[in-house]
């Protein structure tokens, strides 16, 4: 099988991080000027969520690892500041892609999500907690800010998985 590492593009992560900046700014000005508990509510939340992705994204810029690793052990996801790291080939399932106010995300379908989220930080298991509460999969790769063609890596995706009959099994029984 095909191993493929893709490098973090600095563009898009540059480009991830000004915009942050700017929602953080937004939101800390709705919390300035709120005339409402709800305009308030909704400045606090986005400070804290988007000051939280923004400053977890800055040490990004300087990491040498690859974005997103995918080889005959599994999937390794540093591709944001929310990646879970390893997973392995036995813990995936299945994988969709999702194209999502233009970017594309990679949901993975695991075997048991709160067992992978255990083995990262307390933070990033709490975002990836809220990911079905936003219609999205717990285990999401977000593909912005790396150089691939999407559906290319759905189908490498898919054949590490097509090697592994009793993930066919356990699809048709669902």
Same mark, same amino acid.
């Given at each position: 099988?095909?191993?493929?590492?893709?490098?973090?593009?600095? #563009?898009?992560?540059?480009?991830? $991080? !000004?915009? *942050?900046?700017?929602?953080? @700014?937004?939101?800390?000005?709705?919390? =300035?000027?709120?005339?409402?508990?709800?305009?308030?509510?909704?400045?606090?939340?986005?400070?804290?969520?988007?000051?939280?992705?923004?400053?977890?994204?800055?040490?990004?810029?300087?990491?040498?690892?690859?974005?997103?690793?995918?080889?005959?052990?599994?999937? #390794?996801?540093?591709?944001?500041? $929310? !990646?879970? *790291?390893?997973?392995?080939? @036995?813990?995936?399932?299945?994988?969709? =892609?999702?194209?999502?106010?233009?970017?594309?995300?990679?949901?993975?379908?695991?075997?048991?999500?709160?067992?992978?989220?255990?083995?990262?930080?307390?933070?990033?298991?709490?975002?990836?907690?809220?990911?079905?509460?936003?219609?999205?999969?717990?285990?999401?790769?977000?593909?912005?800010?790396?150089?691939?063609?999407?559906?290319?890596?759905?189908?490498?995706?898919?054949?590490?998985?097509?090697?592994?009959?009793?993930?066919?099994?356990?699809?048709?029984?669902?």
């Amino acid at each position: 099988m095909n191993s493929v590492s893709l490098p973090h593009n600095r #563009t898009k992560q540059l480009l991830t $991080l !000004g915009g *942050g900046t700017l929602l953080t @700014s937004a939101s800390i000005f709705m919390v =300035l000027v709120a005339e409402s508990v709800f305009v308030l509510l909704g400045g606090v939340v986005g400070t804290l969520l988007f000051g939280y992705f923004t400053l977890r994204g800055i040490p990004h810029l300087k990491r040498k690892e690859p974005a997103l690793i995918i080889d005959e052990t599994g999937i #390794t996801d540093h591709t944001m500041a $929310l !990646g879970v *790291g390893h997973i392995p080939w @036995s813990e995936v399932l299945g994988a969709e =892609l999702h194209k999502h106010y233009g970017q594309f995300l990679l949901e993975l379908d695991v075997v048991d999500y709160r067992r992978l989220l255990l083995r990262v930080p307390l933070g990033k298991r709490l975002v990836a907690r809220l990911n079905p509460l936003l219609s999205y999969n717990p285990i999401t790769l977000v593909l912005s800010t790396v150089d691939v063609a999407a559906e290319e890596l759905l189908e490498l995706v898919e054949a590490h998985l097509e090697d592994r009959p009793w993930v066919a099994r356990h699809n048709e029984a669902l």
